[in-house]
């Protein structure tokens, strides 16, 4: 019988395959194995450092990385699914989301996704940090990932800090930061911040732009983030989101009674999504959310208030969820909120559902506990 305080030890073995070698750095490499049961792939990440010079402290930071990130989910960021240290040794594995992609940097936008849509998953990845006081400290291309469904993927937090409750800054160790100018606060105080990772994210989109930041759509969101000056940079990745969405909904002729029929239907939404389960799941289809619209309008068509919140969630949301099922959402926003939609050309369509998607993205993520023991 289990007592409270107990230590249970699990000697079950996995097995997996070894594939071929992911890369290598300073402190490790990395490695593509297959589970045997799953036949999943992950990558492993082996702590090992080249050197003999800080051991110690290389190893401490390796530690802090699996403790921050087995604290986020975000469909974002890199996914940790578990880790196996061996302190006598000073080493250690960590198995992680497999990301069959590229960095951002040479990403070519051609028929899929454009610059505002990776720009837009960035800074949310990125806002979900901030939210949870995580730093990630090494801001390049080659830690921001596009996998082959074109989906961002924030990589190696390595550097990463999660500050205390109380902290709003740390001090940061001194990377070859790819910036030929660093940020005032940086630079004369060594401080770094969220505030900092603003900088280093519009940097960073300025030099892969290049020549068409001219006509990038968030182009004045950029200029701001890369100010030398804190004061008049973005004061938080929440309001550089706030901004892109204002920024989409404003540059296109929508009325004033538009804006509002989707904002009371965005927001009545979204405010009854409590979290996803393992991952966030949107449907992404204009036909099929408009057709269960519809059904959600005819079920609820003789009542004041839809009578089952899952069945308009399940419009936009094909993954596994939780919600608040308080009967509560007016009818008349969704009817009216469909008729706006059928009223509107496929461009804007497409700009009403980008906006619907990016505040559903916002929700956190769990993860549920499988395959217990007991």
């Not at 469909?75 to 196996?84: D, E, Q």
């Not at 940086?186 to 969220?194: K, P, Q, V």
């Not at 200029?223 to 000056?229: A, D, F, T």
Request: glycine letters at 6%; aromatic letters at 14%.
């Amino acid at each position: 019988m289990l007592k409270t305080g107990a230590i249970v030890e699990f000697n079950r073995k996995k097995h997996f395959k070894y594939i071929s070698p992911l890369g290598s750095g300073g402190t490790g490499d990395a490695h593509l194995f297959e589970d045997d049961v799953t036949d999943m792939l992950f990558a492993f990440k082996k702590y090992s450092p080249k050197g003999s010079n800080y051991i110690e402290e290389n190893y401490d930071r390796f530690v802090d990385e699996i403790k921050i990130l087995f604290k986020i989910s975000h469909p974002n960021v890199v996914r940790v699914y578990n880790y196996y240290l061996y302190p006598d040794k000073k080493l250690g594995y960590l198995q992680m989301e497999y990301i069959n992609g590229i960095p951002i940097d040479q990403f070519v936008p051609l028929w899929g996704k454009y610059w505002d849509d990776i720009f837009t998953e960035v800074i949310s990845a990125f806002m979900y940090l901030e939210a949870n006081k995580i730093l990630h400290r090494d801001i390049r291309a080659a830690n921001i990932l596009i996998d082959n469904e074109e989906n961002v993927k924030v990589i190696d937090f390595g550097f990463g800090k999660k500050l205390e409750p109380t902290e709003q800054d740390g001090r940061s160790v001194f990377l070859n930061w790819p910036v030929s100018q660093l940020p005032n606060e940086t630079a004369i105080e060594g401080i770094y911040n969220h505030k900092t990772e603003i900088y280093f994210i519009g940097k960073l989109f300025q030099n892969i732009l290049g020549d068409e930041l001219g006509q990038f759509k968030f182009r004045h969101i950029i200029e701001k983030m890369i100010k030398v000056n804190p004061e008049e940079r973005f004061q938080s990745f929440n309001i550089v989101s706030q901004e892109i969405s204002k920024g989409v909904l404003g540059e296109i002729d929508f009325s004033e009674k538009d804006k509002g029929i989707y904002q009371r239907f965005a927001e009545a939404l979204c405010w009854r999504i409590t979290s996803y389960i393992d991952k966030y799941e949107p449907i992404n289809d204009t036909g099929t959310t408009l057709s269960r619209l519809s059904a959600v309008i005819r079920s609820s068509s003789l009542e004041e208030h839809v009578q089952d919140n899952s069945q308009l969630i399940r419009c936009f949301i094909k993954g596994a969820y939780t919600y608040k099922n308080k009967v509560d959402i007016e009818v008349v926003y969704v009817i009216e909120f469909y008729q706006l939609l059928q009223s509107l050309s496929q461009n804007k369509q497409k700009i009403v559902f980008d906006n619907i998607y990016t505040r559903l993205a916002k929700i956190k993520v769990v993860t549920e506990e499988d395959d217990l023991p007991f």
